[in-house]
């Protein structure tokens, strides 16, 4: 009889988990090695077959849980533009790393007298594999490399394919109808689907604009999501981890990387609960068990299958996809490991009498030392492949809005919001305070807490702030620079005698000193139409970055607000020239394009254009269409492309200050 724990109770877990959390990683890394395995070890010393420290039944439910998070943290981090890039390398490299191990887990069982159903179980078993060694790569910084994107998409279509096996071997070897249980698995799939990609983002954003204002009610409601896309799943006899793994696919842009909700997803999940994961694996080591020799051999069979399948797949899928050695590496290391999915094949098998107790066993060596190679491998090839390089982000992915007023954030936030949802990417609303000696704190207080509750009533992402600065423009630029900052968006107001000549010149000073691209909305409305008039000068060969920003900003507004797109151009103005616009509908007319839109405009209508040349951003021809009632106006610069020296206090990014 087993004797009862020496730290009973919900505080003896507790204390002893993180015991091991906070002090066995480290330990382990002083002596170069990977400091999850020190979670494992960890996980044994407090089991039945350590010193029986906490109580393993409830530690393996907290390990459960961990496995969940696990996989959903992997679909919500995941690039999804830079799988869409990959699909083709992921979907064959996940074949090639379900079929070479499942072979090969075939022939392995044939050499130690299976046969029938229980063949193809044993190489079900091994064809699939479980991401352990994610946070390795989180700490390296390089979910976004593609070798990553690859192999945590083939992670999805191996384990699939595997249940498949698995619920065909169940069913005919149980005298059921093998046929029903595919069907029952293609209906959990479609509902899965349906929940995960297309329900799941509609309910984010419905809650995140109304209850969900709250930070901790949002981290509360996507835990729930992909707690309840887990239930789905096994509710249809699919394993937990896929709808962990396809809610966070489906909440991917509802929670931007680098947003504060997704930094409080990854701390909790790689503080606790990723590690609950990692330190119930230890249960599984019983060295009376793993050290009998017939274990052992059995356990030796079933590794090479496993390591010799997934390095083939990996060697393969790798030089199709153009992969370099340290990448094909990674993929190997990724591939590796064995837990969820294996001990649930290998559980089933024992109980419809495939397996006996002997193959059991060696399935939890090989599970453990998968682990222990995985580990080492993935951490070699972590430090062999560089972080992702800085590049120029997409324009959504991190948008600054210079707010002046409390009022301007109604206007601002939901232009800003649009262009960061295409992108995935944050919105963050910024008020500066110019050259002020005694700054007002209760007016400083009003401004963050609208600039906050217009972030939030659009459902978005980001952090509200306030600066001081010498100026307006200095401010906007520092913040850009500081933040890495993908767009700017600013608000200007209709132009009305000498006030609005100098709201101009105040606009052109913080589009001249930009360090990024600038967008200048001028009032707003609730946008029917996409007006684009495109002149003469955009043809030019110089004119290629604008005509480049102006498209990019065109398509993602009208992705997001789902309206028509009118591009009103010359005739002498050919479709090459129009660049991503040539799919809108063209006008072409004889007279210059802003001359005939005098005429033609509704009201609902938002031009956008292009900055003039020289220090007017926003041409007089345009302040003039502007002037109609519900018609808006957004005007596009380049970064720092309107500075021109006339304000030396105002220095750009091209002028030393």
Not at 521 to 547: G, K, M
Request: hydrophobic share 50%; proline share 5%.
């Amino acid at each position: 009889m087993q004797s009862q724990p020496l730290l009973e109770g919900t505080e003896g877990l507790l204390f002893g988990i993180l015991v091991v959390i906070l002090f066995f990683p480290p330990f382990m890394e002083r002596l170069r090695i990977p400091g999850l395995i020190g979670l494992i070890l960890g996980g044994y010393l407090l089991g039945p077959t350590g010193f029986n420290l906490v109580d393993s039944s409830q530690l393996k439910g907290l390990g459960s849980i961990g496995l969940l998070y696990l996989m959903f943290l992997a679909g919500l981090e995941l690039d999804l533009g830079l799988f869409s890039r990959n699909r083709n390398s992921a979907i064959r490299f996940g074949l090639l790393t379900f079929t070479f191990p499942f072979v090969l887990g075939v022939l392995s069982g044939k050499i130690i007298g299976l046969s029938g159903w229980a063949l193809l179980l044993i190489g079900s078993v091994w064809a699939s594999h479980t991401l352990v060694t994610y946070p390795i790569i989180q700490r390296h910084g390089l979910i976004s490399s593609r070798s990553v994107v690859v192999s945590v998409g083939a992670t999805v279509i191996t384990d699939t394919l595997a249940l498949l096996v698995l619920a065909v071997v169940s069913s005919a070897s149980g005298g059921g109808s093998a046929a029903k249980s595919l069907l029952t698995l293609g209906v959990g799939l479609a509902s899965l689907f349906i929940f995960t990609l297309i329900l799941l983002p509609r309910l984010a954003s419905f809650w995140f604009r109304g209850h969900g204002r709250a930070r901790a009610s949002r981290y509360l409601f996507v835990f729930l999501a992909f707690i309840a896309a887990a239930l789905l799943a096994e509710l249809f006899g699919l394993e937990g981890i896929v709808g962990a793994f396809f809610a966070g696919l489906g909440l991917n842009r509802s929670v931007p990387n680098g947003s504060p909700l997704m930094e409080k997803v990854e701390f909790v999940g790689n503080s606790l609960f990723i590690p609950f994961f990692l330190i119930s694996i230890g249960l599984l080591i019983d060295p009376k068990v793993i050290f009998q020799l017939r274990t052992l051999q059995i356990a030796a069979a079933f590794a090479g299958a496993v390591i010799i399948g997934k390095a083939i797949a990996a060697f393969i899928g790798g030089r199709l996809g153009g992969f370099a050695w340290a990448e094909i590496g990674l993929m190997f290391s990724l591939t590796i490991p064995q837990a969820a999915a294996t001990l649930a094949a290998a559980a089933v098998g024992l109980q419809l009498g495939l397996f006996d107790t002997v193959v059991l066993n060696a399935v939890l060596v090989v599970v453990l030392v998968t682990l222990l190679v995985g580990s080492a491998v993935t951490e070699l090839f972590s430090r062999r492949i560089p972080a992702a390089a800085l590049t120029t982000r997409p324009l959504g992915e991190y948008v600054v809005v210079g707010v002046t007023e409390p009022d301007q954030t109604d206007e601002l936030v939901p232009f800003a919001c649009a262009l960061a949802r295409s992108d995935a990417g944050t919105v963050n609303p910024l008020h500066v305070v110019a050259d002020e000696l005694a700054p007002d704190p209760a007016a400083e207080e009003v401004m963050l807490e609208s600039m906050d509750t217009a972030v939030a009533a659009a459902g978005a992402e980001g952090d509200a702030a306030i600066r001081l600065s010498p100026s307006v423009a200095i401010g906007l630029r520092n913040a850009a620079l500081e933040s890495h900052a993908s767009m700017l968006v600013v608000g200007n107001r209709r132009r009305n005698g000498l006030d609005g000549l100098f709201r101009d010149r105040a606009v052109e000073d913080i589009v001249g000193a930009s360090p990024v691209p600038v967008v200048v909305l001028v009032e707003p409305p609730r946008v029917h139409r996409i007006v684009v008039p495109v002149n003469d000068e955009l043809a030019a060969p110089n004119a290629r970055a604008n005509r480049e920003l102006l498209s990019e900003l065109v398509l993602r507004l009208r992705g997001q607000w789902h309206c028509s797109v009118l591009t009103v151009t010359t005739e002498s103005f050919s479709d090459d020239d129009l660049a991503g616009l040539s799919d809108t509908k063209v006008h072409h007319v004889k007279q210059e394009p802003t001359t005939w839109l005098r005429d033609h405009l509704e009201p609902g209508d938002l031009i956008v254009s292009v900055s003039g040349n020289g220090i007017a951003v926003i041409d007089s021809v345009y302040n003039r269409l502007a002037q109609a009632e519900g018609i808006g106006l957004a005007i596009v610069a380049g970064a720092g492309q309107a500075g021109t020296g006339f304000s030396p206090q105002v220095p750009t990014v091209f002028v030393e200050d």
